[in-house]
């Protein structure tokens, strides 16, 4: 059974910095991508960033460009999220998600493409 366990949210203010770890655990295949979403109060669950275990090509969300850095450690089976310059608007709870496969497999920022999801870990930026 495949295990996401997220960790790192907290309390920071506006400019400040923190970093989301994402341990991996149980998958069956070589193959993986793995995803940050994050769904503030009211508002719909979106996509972050993406990263895959085949190669080193990473996806960002527009809003996020240039602040937060998605990276891995495949021998760890771990994915990073630095974020920095954080907004109050990057207020919510994120949660790292992944799909496995017997290939190598792009990053994707399609929702179900994924189908393992962790509990999500709490970040608030208080201005």
């Known amino acids: 059974e495949v295990q996401l366990v997220e960790s790192g949210g907290g309390l920071v203010q506006a400019g400040g910095s923190l970093r989301l770890s994402c341990a991996a655990s149980g998958f069956t295949f070589d193959y993986y991508a793995i995803a940050w979403f994050r769904q503030a109060p009211g508002k719909e669950r979106e996509v972050v960033s993406s990263i895959s275990s085949s190669d080193d090509i990473t996806m960002y969300a527009d809003s996020v460009k240039g602040r937060f850095t998605i990276s891995s450690d495949n021998a760890k089976n771990t994915v990073y999220l630095q974020m920095n310059s954080l907004k109050p608007e990057d207020t919510a709870i994120y949660h790292c998600?992944?799909?496995?496969?017997?290939?190598?497999?792009?990053?994707?920022?399609?929702?179900?493409?994924?189908?393992?999801w962790g509990q999500g870990t709490q970040v608030t930026v208080s201005s």
């Open positions: 998600a992944a799909f496995e496969a017997p290939a190598p497999v792009p990053a994707s920022f399609r929702r179900d493409d994924y189908y393992y």
